[in-house]
């Protein structure tokens, strides 16, 4: 369903790309490459093989049925994106979290685990229904929100135990027994309940929503993250919303040190297999150490195959967003025509196949990034910390995306970006977007 044209881009940028060189693409506001001449001021040769090898395409990649995802969602400025900080232990360079609504707005993904177990968590933006000129980008929230809750093995709903329950708390209860719940678990957690004593007062209130046991909870100190996580493997199992034996680790584990160490018969032993097992001899006693050895190599991680970084960077409003969900096909970052709207730092994993089973997938990760203003006028605050995780992720890439709006021409702040990554020795694609908005110009 994409042109051709942008597939070509596609496969110059993750084939072969200019160590600390950079390249001139024209693009199109729908996506479409006017032109496809790349002029590079470093290349590197092309290998020539003398048997053809079959590449299989890149594609948008799917998260692993191994590693359940965990969607976080809620009203405003009840805390999620600081529990999901604390659950992942992101707290230095994580979601960004300020004391006032609407800074998270897209959905984020952070790895987590726990108990061993490797999981996601998806940050949302704070859920309200109703559209006027004060909630900015609702629609847009709960549609990431939704999508967040079609993919997840579990929902994590946050309330404010310190505000108490709210209208808006019986909206959202109500909006997940009919999305989620009897599909999939749903955890209610009370935030902001940092003393053992008050703390499942405060939380008892929020029984009266429907959605099950609320757990007294705090994303700034940790106070009731463990039995929270616990409990909510235990509904994973026991719904099987996730992969087959997800949140079992550990109780494998102890079930085979107790087995090493068991007294007696075991439920499937005679009084022969018994004796031989208490003196280490034969079959049964094998099979005890193979259970006990097979428990603990479940806690080894699989060698994740290689990423290559893909920053994009530019000012506010030209189009960055546009060219990332163009890219993947999907509305993966809100866009509008309004400057400012991707606050957090965006990623999104593209796969190429390996060409042989020998070999391991090449992933490339698209880091979208909010627009980078002018050093004067950013202020102290959610924006100085924006800034920062966009000079972030070029210190990150191996290559830039730097996108201009041709319809403004090379602005001074294009030229300041532009000596960053320079100064960072990234390799560098300059995009030039709106193409087709340019007046009188030579598209040969």
């Known amino acids: 369903k994409r042109s051709q044209p942008l597939w070509q881009f596609l496969i110059l940028l993750l084939g072969t790309y200019p160590q600390g060189g950079s390249s001139f693409v024209p693009l199109s506001r729908n996506g479409i490459i ?26 948008r ?37 300020a004391d006032e609504p609407g800074i998270t707005r897209d959905r984020t993904y952070r790895p987590a685990e726990f108990l061993g177990e490797s999981f996601w968590l998806v940050d949302t933006g704070g859920l309200v229904f109703d559209d006027d ?62 003393s053992e ?16 046991n609320p757990f007294p909870v705090s994303a700034l100190h940790g106070v009731g993250t463990a039995d929270l996580l616990e409990s909510m493997f235990e509904s994973i199992v026991d719904q099987k919303s996730a992969v087959d034996g997800f949140g079992t680790k550990v ?17 499937w032993e005679d009084e022969t297999d018994y004796k031989m097992r208490k003196w280490g001899i034969g079959d049964p006693a094998q099979r005890v150490l193979n259970d006990y050895e097979t428990a603990i190599a479940a806690f080894d991680t699989d ?18 967003s546009s060219l990332l969900n163009t890219i993947f096909g999907d509305t993966r970052a809100i866009v509008s025509d309004m400057a400012g709207t991707t606050r957090d730092s965006i990623d999104a994993l593209m796969e190429r196949p390996a060409s042989s089973p020998e070999e391991k997938a090449t992933l490339y990760r698209f880091v979208d990034t909010a627009g980078i203003r002018r050093k004067g006028k950013v202020n102290f605050g959610p924006e100085f910390f924006m800034v920062n995780r966009a000079l972030r992720a070029i210190r ?46 030579d598209s040969n």
């Open 34 to 59: 006017s032109s496809t001449r790349l002029f590079s001021t470093a290349e590197l040769p092309l290998q020539q093989s003398s048997e053809p090898s079959e590449q299989k395409p890149i594609r």
């Open 61 to 97: 990649r799917r998260l692993t049925k191994k590693e359940p995802l965990i969607a976080v969602v809620g009203r405003p400025n009840v805390g999620k994106s600081a529990l999901v900080n604390r659950i992942a232990g992101t707290q230095s360079g994580g979601a960004i979290v």
């Open 133 to 194: 000129e004060n909630t900015i980008f609702a629609k847009e929230i709960r549609q990431q929100a939704l999508i967040a809750m079609d993919e997840a093995s579990a929902v994590l709903f946050v309330v404010d135990g310190q505000q108490g329950m709210t209208g808006l708390d019986a909206q959202i209860a109500e909006f997940l027994r009919k999305q989620a719940m009897g599909r999939i678990p749903v955890m209610l957690a009370v935030n902001k309940c940092e």
């Open 197 to 212: 004593k008050t703390g499942a007062t405060s939380a008892a209130e929020f029984w009266q929503l429907g959605v099950g």
């Open 251 to 267: 109780q494998k584990l102890k079930e085979a040190k107790s087995n090493l160490k068991h007294k007696g018969p075991l439920p």
């Open 303 to 320: 060698d994740q195959p290689e990423e290559i970084n893909i920053a994009i960077i530019g000012r506010p409003n030209v189009g960055k």
């Open 396 to 441: 990150r890439a191996d290559v830039v995306l730097l996108v201009l709006d041709a319809t403004a021409g090379v602005t001074e702040q294009d030229r300041v970006l532009a000596q960053k990554i320079s100064d960072d020795g990234r390799a560098c694609v300059i995009v030039c977007n709106k193409w087709d908005a340019v007046v009188d110009k």
